[in-house]
Nanobody, 124 residues
């Protein structure tokens, strides 16, 4: 059973930074692409960033490109999302998900597995 532990989250001021983490268990970490999504009330969950299982290539939504960085520690089965220069519109519930690889890059498709969400609030 997929589990994502200790995601982090919290309240941060605009311009601040926050780092989310997802310690994955229950699946073969090396065999899955990992992605971060976020959701705000009244809207669908949207992909924020993903990292490919094979080569670690990454992708970002245009709204976070240059501010967010996804990375992984394969020895710890953990994926991180470093969020810098946060904006109020980054507020939402962030979810980590795992998906089987679809090709040579990661995608923001519906995930095979979802972790519990963590609330990130960017406000002064």
């Amino acid at each position: 059973r997929f589990s994502c532990r200790r995601p982090g989250g919290g309240l941060v001021q605009p311009g601040g930074s926050l780092k989310l983490s997802c310690s994955v268990s229950g699946i073969n970490f090396d065999a899955y692409d990992i992605a971060w999504f976020r959701q705000v009330p009244g809207k669908e969950r949207e992909g924020v960033s993903c990292i490919h299982s094979r080569d670690g290539s990454t992708d970002y939504d245009g709204s976070v490109k240059g501010r967010f960085t996804i990375s992984r520690d394969k020895a710890k089965n953990t994926v991180y999302l470093q969020m810098n220069n946060l904006k109020p519109e980054d507020t939402g519930v962030y979810y980590c998900g795992a998906d089987h690889p679809w090709g040579s890059r990661c995608y923001f498709y519906d995930m095979d597995y979802w972790g519990k969400g963590t609330l990130v609030t960017v406000s002064s």
